[in-house]
């Protein structure tokens, strides 16, 4: 089962509000990213949790807050988030470096699309 | 660092035919891998088929296959027998290999595929 979920599947939002996407595996991963997507152009690398510690922060803004609970789960928090913050979140996930390419292969869940207004 | 270029920003390809996706990279590395991720109007992103550098033999998957130039740096994806649904962006990644922080998949700007009937 390669299946990385993701809720919601869209989400609306102002600029005042506080929000959470979640993104859930089972594959046994045990290390998960966040990308963000614009239309038409290829994720870019936002977060990486590696054994549910912080790895990799790809300078993102600090109102976007990360947090890995467990070994299966990854929110996004979003707060005071800006209109060009719209795009789409995509999370993915992979066993951890070193254990060849297969294993390496990060498998993503379908993303949240946001809308900020 | 890496990059990765795809300079055909748009393909299309009549049903049934064979249509080549043209992918190049640069690497100062000799241990890495190399994905072709699909990416379906509004759907999920899936892996089509992945290299490890150090195979000389081209990956196949159905009726997907790679033509894996290592010396020339490059790694162009062939679509056999082509289908509606494989209408999608289409994404070449590096990676470096086994070894160190190696979580970052560096993408190409994509490639267009449009199957017509």
């Known amino acids: 089962d390669t299946e990385v979920t993701q809720t919601p599947k869209h989400l609306v939002m102002g600029m005042t509000n506080k929000k959470s996407l979640k993104c859930e595996q089972h594959?046994?991963?045990?290390?998960m990213y966040w990308y963000k997507q614009k239309a038409k152009k290829p994720p870019e690398l936002m977060f990486v949790?590696?054994?549910?510690?912080?790895?990799i922060n790809e300078s993102v803004p600090s109102r976007f807050s990360p947090e890995c609970p467990n070994s299966s789960l990854l929110n996004l928090h979003l707060h005071a988030l800006q209109p060009e913050d719209s795009a789409l979140y995509l999370c993915?996930?992979?066993?951890?470096?070193?254990?060849?390419?297969?294993?390496?292969?990060?498998?993503f869940g379908p993303g949240t699309r946001l809308l900020v207004l | 660092a890496q990059t990765v270029t795809q300079s055909q920003p748009e393909m299309s390809v009549q049903e049934a035919e064979t249509v080549t996706l043209s992918c190049t990279y640069d690497?100062?590395?000799?241990?890495?891998?190399l994905f072709w991720y699909k990416q379906p109007p509004s759907r999920q992103m899936i892996l089509v088929i992945r290299?490890?550098?150090?195979?000389?033999q081209n990956a196949t998957e159905n009726r997907f296959s790679v033509n894996f130039q290592k010396a020339a740096k490059s790694f162009s994806l062939k679509i056999s027998d082509s289908q509606l649904g494989d209408t999608a962006m289409y994404f070449c990644?590096?990676?470096?290999?086994?070894?160190?922080?190696?979580?970052?998949?560096?993408f190409g700007k994509g490639t267009l595929l449009t199957v017509n009937p």
């Open positions: 290299q490890e550098a150090y195979k000389q």
């Open positions: 949790y590696s054994y549910e510690k912080l790895s």
């Open positions: 594959m046994g991963h045990r290390a």
């Open positions: 690497t100062s590395e000799n241990n890495y891998y």
């Open positions: 990644a590096f990676m470096r290999g086994s070894g160190g922080s190696n979580y970052k998949l560096t």
């Open positions: 993915a996930s992979s066993h951890v470096p070193g254990q060849g390419p297969v294993k390496e292969t990060q498998y």
